[in-house]
Structures are given as structure tokens and as C-alpha cells.
Nanobody, 116 residues
Framework: QVQLVESGGGLVQAGGSLRLSCAASGSIFSFGTMGWYRQPPGKQRELVATITSVGSTYYADSVKGRFIISRDNAKNTVHLQMNSLKPEDTAVYYC??????????WGQGTQVTVSS
């Protein structure tokens, strides 16, 4: 059973930075593409960024130029460096694989709150 545990969220002022981490119970290289998703309060969950097993990345327009996704296949971790945070980045952040996301399987997530 795959387990993905997110951490690193918190309360930060607008303009600040946070680094989220995702620890996997298995080999993330075998998982293939990994992604970060978020669910703002009262809204649907949305894709934030993805990274393939060889490091190719995708970013949603809303975070492009501010967020950086990375992975360490040896340590089975995925990170999301979030800079220049805005109040609209407030959300619960989840890491997941696209396949698990499509199956509706999610972890606990980590709360990010950006104050203005």
C-alpha cells in the first residue's frame, strides 16, 4: 500500500516562502510522474505542478515563476519550494501520482495559510 505523507505547511505572510515535503513509502522512481495539488477553501482540488521521473516539470499558470517542484529518487521524496506567496495560495496541499489522484486516493495533506 503506497503511502505519501506531506509536511512543511504553516502560516506565512504574503511574500514569504515555504518548502513542502512529501515522503513516500516506496520507490518514487517506480511511481513515475509525481505531482503537487491543492484545495483552496470552498473550492475544488487543482493541479499545481508535476515532475516526471527524469525531472521534466509542469506548472500551473498561477504558480509559474514562483514555485519549484523537485524530487530525490534516492530518498523517495518530492518537494515544493513556494516563493512570493500570495493569499490566494492558501489551501491544503497534497502530493500524489496522477494515477492515484484519478482513483480518488489522497493523503492528509498539509495546510498552507498566507496572510495579507
Amino acid at each position: 500500500q503506497v503511502q505519501l505523507v506531506e509536511s512543511g505547511g504553516g502560516l506565512v505572510q504574503a511574500g514569504g516562502s515555504l518548502r513542502l515535503s512529501c515522503a513516500a513509502s516506496g520507490s518514487i522512481f517506480s511511481f513515475g510522474t509525481m505531482g503537487w495539488y491543492r484545495q483552496p477553501p470552498g473550492k475544488q482540488r487543482e493541479l499545481v505542478a508535476t515532475i516526471t521521473s527524469v525531472g521534466s516539470t509542469y506548472y500551473a499558470d498561477s504558480v509559474k515563476g514562483r514555485f519549484i517542484i523537485s524530487r530525490d529518487n534516492a530518498k523517495n521524496t518530492v518537494h515544493l519550494q513556494m516563493n512570493s506567496l500570495k493569499p490566494e495560495d492558501t489551501a491544503v496541499y497534497y502530493c500524489n501520482t496522477p494515477w492515484r489522484a484519478a482513483q480518488g486516493s489522497w493523503g492528509q495533506g498539509t495546510q498552507v495559510t498566507v496572510s495579507s
